[in-house]
């Protein structure tokens, strides 16, 4: 089982960036497939990012372009640089972790980070 904690987040004018981080803990890291999703109020969560265990990366919609994805297993972390911020992008961001064990799918998530754009 692994335990996910989430930092970074805050408020930010329109065009700032921000740097997400996800520390994990009490599993080997590297055997996850990593993941940033948010969820902006009334609306349902989305996944904004993924990463393979190899490093393979994956955005979705507008984070296309502005944000980044990436992994660092010596420290078990993974982050979420995210640019050009927009009002848009005001959410709670959730780090989350998969491990596959056959064909069970285990599933972890952070307690997440408020993300707050706003002038």
């Known amino acids: 089982q692994v335990q996910l904690v989430e930092s970074g987040g805050g408020l930010v004018q329109p065009g700032g960036s921000l740097t997400l981080s996800c520390a994990a803990s009490g599993s080997i890291f590297s055997t996850y497939a990593m993941g940033w999703y948010r969820q902006a109020p009334g609306k349902q969560r989305e996944l904004v990012a993924d990463?393979?265990?190899?490093?393979?990366?994956n955005y979705v919609g507008s984070a296309k372009g502005r944000f980044t994805i990436s992994r660092d297993n010596a420290k078990s972390t993974v982050y979420l640089q995210m640019n050009s911020l927009k009002l848009e992008d005001t959410a709670v961001y959730y780090c989350n972790a998969k491990q596959w064990s056959g064909t069970i799918l285990k599933d972890y998530w952070g307690q997440g980070t408020q993300v707050t754009v706003s002038s």
């Open positions: 990463i393979t265990r190899g490093g393979t990366t």
